[in-house]
């Protein structure tokens, strides 16, 4: 099996255990408008990522659990537009508890970075605080899609729906996403590929945000991306292995 089947196999297998039940109400409530009004702010706006793990590139961040406080502030500090937690715990070693946690100390806007199959899992998130939730195209039917987008508008969830190539893009603009992410990473190999990234920018309609996602590294990076047409740009790595990443937010900025 290629990683994508891997993990959705085991958000289904969580599914059928009964997990993602929702919680209690959060402290800060789920609010998808500000986060879709925090990446169209005038500007270079940064989406940084918190993630412990992947399965292309192993361990990014030891300790990740003790460390979640500490990046939001930085993020904060760095003038990220919002946070995206992965809270998949599987593949990229997350957990759920650190998306309100990074919510109630940065006051940003969040992004609940998962594998999304399941009306279930939209609850959770609300139950988390999450302002926003990852649709990936190529995880779902046209229909199941067109379900989850619904769904997550009618629970006040922005929509950040993921596309790789020009046909997801078309997939992916049919259901008017709140942004629509393009991934320089194949979920299938887990290579990147940011000329190819850069390329796919006019095939984005107008309408939705324009994110770009994976392999930015350098302000040389998001340069090309924003030419082309990409309004926000989605790092994880870079940030969470810089000596200073505030240092390094503020670089990706200028």
């Known amino acids: 099996m290629d990683a994508l089947t891997q993990i959705l196999a085991a958000k289904q297998s969580r599914l059928s255990r009964g997990e993602y039940g929702p919680g209690g109400v959060p402290a800060r409530p789920s609010d998808g408008a500000r986060f879709t009004a925090a990446l169209r702010e005038p500007g ?42 992965v809270i998949e715990q599987d593949f990229f070693g997350g957990r759920p508890d650190w998306l309100p946690r990074a919510k109630a100390i940065s006051g940003l806007p969040v992004l609940m970075k998962d594998f999304v ?25 046209p229909e199941e899609l067109a379900k989850l987008r619904a769904a997550a508008r009618d629970r006040g969830l922005a929509a ?17 996403p709140d942004v629509l992410g393009v991934n320089a990473r194949d979920l299938t190999s887990f290579t990147t590929d940011l000329p190819a990234l850069a390329a796919m920018a006019k095939e984005i309609p107008p309408g939705p945000v324009r994110l770009a996602e994976s392999g930015i590294r350098s302000r040389e990076d998001v340069a090309l ?25 503020r670089e990706l900025r200028e």
């Not at 292995?241 to 505030?246: K, N, S, Y």
């Open 44 to 85: 270079v706006r940064i989406l940084a990522e918190f993630k412990a793990r992947s399965p292309s590139a192993g361990e990014i961040l030891s300790g990740a659990d003790g460390k979640v406080e500490s990046f939001a502030l930085l993020y904060r500090r760095g003038h990220a537009a919002a946070i995206s937690v």
């Open 160 to 176: 950040v729906v993921e596309a790789h190539g020009a046909v997801e893009i078309r997939l992916a603009a049919a259901v008017e």
């Open 117 to 141: 199959v399941s009306e279930r899992q939209l609850d959770f998130a609300v139950s988390l605080g999450a302002d926003a939730v990852l649709l990936i195209v190529r995880a779902l039917s």
């Open 225 to 249: 991306l924003r030419a082309a047409g990409f309004e926000a740009f989605l790092v994880g790595e870079t940030l969470l292995r810089a000596e200073d990443p505030v240092e390094t937010l």
